[in-house]
């Protein structure tokens, strides 16, 4: 066969195509031929169809076997846009097609070459030719306009039922595309009181009367994405995980001024999303501002908490001295207030690949993004009057003396903001807490060696009579 001819066919399987992305399908098209003549056409239709298999290469064959009045497609061209799939090109080795012009290239489930090649096994009994490449950028730009179109009407179904207030920024979804060991889907919430239309967002995953929820709350600067190594541990033990963004971090809505951050608004926001969600045998998992606000929410709702998992963290009852590394880290806040996030976390965990260390810098694309970042740092409580300090007075009274569930404590020893002496001064506070698991190469963000930890965890919650970790 010419290549003028194939490119003659390949436009007619375009055409094809056309008319799938027109009735929202993903726009491939196919078209047999034998004999110098179009026997059958198939355009991609798994959605209309509810059909897994409803690939247009498969639509195509049936409706040339009909044709033909024969299983076997003994001397006929098959031509698709997009390369085959491993169903589609197992298809055409059984209807043992004499050949398979395809267009664009597909790197993730291409079976003609890309990801695999079924077609070049010489052990298969019918071996079928194969040309790829034919009006390969015509192909590729047709999906690739029908995939642009689609997620802007997605971003704009989005913003439709979560619009985006005129004081707050939100990341673009682009900047969270490709992210490593990060597969969830977000979820938002925007009707929550206190967020007055504020979006937030959170990860939700596993079963919703799972009979223990992980509740992980993140600190600053990071975001949800911290959890990523502990949460498919909770996953797999058959648990619900929920880790939210607060405000001003993650995929959340980002209020533009500094003043918007305040302990006590924080604070309800989480308590309003427990109630929403209904979460009940919690594990608090906290961490920097994760604790100082997390801590202060069983005051509130007792009931609905059994464990806690608290890392390097504190309770600012605004009546002791802060640690003389967060008054350090503050000071650096001042004095540098772009820093690079991803650069922060690398310092401490020189394990994290530069894939990572952009994830974390992804939702801050420039420095209007940074009101949480300059804010935080300054909303620690330091004096008895402070917002916040009354509150975690009485949360330290509930740890001390009320609290009734079981607590693990895990430090990072290479920590210089909230290092091994703050945490044994918490533990003390938590009734009934052992002495702390100390990772002796983990600094601040000890979820970065989450797997071990969320191990530990797991099996030290599930057992009610095992007593403490061991170090």
């Not at 890309?114 to 071996?127: D, K, M, R, T, Y």
């Not at 967002?201 to 223990?212: S, W």
Request: glycine residues 10%; charged residues 20%.
């Amino acid at each position: 066969m010419s290549a003028d001819a194939d490119t003659h066919w390949m436009r007619m399987a375009l055409a094809e195509a056309q008319a799938a992305a027109q009735a929202g399908e993903v726009p491939v098209g196919a078209i047999v031929v034998k004999d110098g003549q179009v026997i059958a056409t198939g355009r991609n239709a798994p959605v209309q169809g509810h059909d897994p298999t409803a690939h247009a290469e498969i639509v195509a064959l049936r409706a040339a076997a009909q044709r033909l009045s024969n299983y076997r497609l003994d001397g006929c061209s098959l031509y698709v846009t997009l390369e085959p799939c491993a169903m589609c090109s197992g298809a055409m080795l059984h209807a043992r097609l004499a050949r398979v012009v395809y267009g664009a290239v597909e790197p993730k489930t291409g079976a003609a070459g890309s990801v695999l090649n079924l077609f070049g096994h010489a052990e298969i009994n019918h071996q079928t030719e194969v040309v790829g490449g034919v009006l390969a950028d015509e192909c590729g730009s047709l999906l690739s306009g029908f995939f642009t179109q689609r997620r802007r009407q997605q971003r704009a179904e989005a913003l439709a039922r979560h619009p985006l207030r005129d004081d707050a920024l939100r990341t673009p979804d682009a900047a969270f595309a490709h992210l490593p060991g990060y597969p969830w889907a977000p979820q938002y919430v925007s009707d929550l009181p206190s967020l007055a239309g504020l979006r937030m967002h959170t990860l939700d995953e596993g079963p919703r009367d799972a009979p223990r929820t992980w509740l992980c709350l993140h600190g600053n600067p990071a975001w949800s994405y911290l959890y990523r190594r502990m949460l498919p541990i909770f996953l797999a033990a058959g648990d619900r995980v929920v880790a939210p963004d607060l405000i001003g971090f993650g995929k959340s809505d980002k209020p533009k001024k500094e003043g918007a951050h305040q302990f006590d608004w924080h604070r309800q926001v989480l308590l309003e999303l427990i109630e929403r969600l209904d979460l009940r045998n919690v594990v608090l998992v906290v961490q920097d501002w994760g604790g100082i606000l997390g801590l202060t929410l069983p005051v509130a709702m007792p009931e609905r908490f059994a464990g806690l998992l608290v890392m390097n963290t504190l309770l600012a009852t605004g009546d002791a001295a802060l640690p003389a590394g967060f008054v350090a880290w503050r000071a650096m806040c001042r004095d540098k207030p772009l820093y690079g996030v991803g650069r922060l976390l690398a310092r401490g965990n020189p394990h994290l690949t530069p894939a990572e260390c952009a994830a974390y810098d992804a939702p801050f694309p420039d420095r209007g993004y940074r009101a949480a970042l300059r804010a935080f740092p300054e909303r620690v409580p330091q004096a008895v009057d402070a917002p916040g300090a009354a509150v975690s007075r009485a949360a330290r009274d509930f740890w001390q003396h009320q609290w009734q569930g079981r607590s693990l404590m895990v430090v990072g020893a290479q920590d210089p903001v909230l290092g091994l002496p703050t945490m044994r001064a918490l533990q003390q506070t938590i009734r009934g807490c052992p002495e702390p698991v100390v990772l002796p190469d983990a600094g601040h963000f000890v979820q970065e060696h989450g797997e071990a930890v969320a191990a530990r965890a797991v099996e030290y919650f599930s057992f009610p009579g095992a007593g403490r970790f061991a170090g």
